[in-house]
């Protein structure tokens, strides 16, 4: 099976992950921190070799899923038509995943910042970019806002994923506010996002009623 561009780069960031993993397994300690609270406080610990692999193994999987959903998809022809976004999606979603892993790393090295802070500037290019994305989706089975009323109609998906495209770059912009005050970063983060991900449910529901009574 060849492999794409983004799918080789993709899998190099792994390669170093289980590389950096290796190298720092003797220097951690038994216990890692593996889960920050809203405030950047650790309020999570694991054994050291899941803190050190899980990550490396998550990418991976992810990895595998990235490859497979484009073969598997009914509408795989729709894929390809904006292809070049889904691959610039895998390459910052791998980078995002290694991003995590090296901050984590970092802080058992006892390396002291505000970890909440330090997450905000990654997940707002990671949501614009998902706007970016959004925007540029056809019709298919996996990628996108997929409701009932999206997959039904394709003029329905394209005015959803229109919207909802600029909803999560809005989004984006608001969680950069998260930089400037440490202790709301994860509200400014988190309420934005799940706001953009939920008015185009309930848009995509309005706007298939109003095509419907429209064609009766």
């Given at each position: ?54 990550m490396p193994i998550i990418s991976a999987v992810f990895l595998f899923l990235f490859i497979i959903i484009p073969k598997i998809d009914p509408l795989k022809h729709n ?16 980078v995002f995943l290694f991003y995590l892993y090296i901050l984590t790393i970092l802080w058992n090295m006892e390396i002291r910042f505000v970890f909440t802070q330090f ?98």
């Amino acid at each position: 099976m060849k492999l794409r561009k983004s799918e080789i780069i993709s899998l190099v960031i792994v390669i170093i992950s289980l590389i950096i993993g290796i190298y720092f397994y003797p220097l951690m300690p038994e216990k890692v921190a593996s889960h920050w609270n809203t405030e950047g406080e650790v309020d999570g610990y694991m054994p050291k070799f899941w803190g050190l692999f899980l990550m490396p193994i998550i990418s991976a999987v992810f990895l595998f899923l990235f490859i497979i959903i484009p073969k598997i998809d009914p509408l795989k022809h729709n894929i390809e038509k904006f292809r070049k976004y889904f691959d610039g999606f895998i390459v910052l979603m791998m980078v995002f995943l290694f991003y995590l892993y090296i901050l984590t790393i970092l802080w058992n090295m006892e390396i002291r910042f505000v970890f909440t802070q330090f997450l905000v500037p990654i997940f707002s290019i990671l949501f614009y970019y998902c706007g970016i994305l959004i925007q540029n989706a056809k019709r298919n089975w996996f990628i996108g806002i997929r409701t009932p009323w999206t997959l039904s109609n394709e003029e329905v998906w394209n005015k959803t994923h229109k919207i909802g495209g600029k909803l999560f770059k809005i989004a984006a912009i608001i969680t950069l506010i998260g930089v400037f005050s440490p202790k709301y970063a994860f509200f400014f983060c988190i309420i934005p996002v799940i706001l953009a991900s939920l008015f185009p449910i309930f848009y995509s529901y309005f706007e298939y009623q109003k095509l419907s009574k429209n064609l009766k």
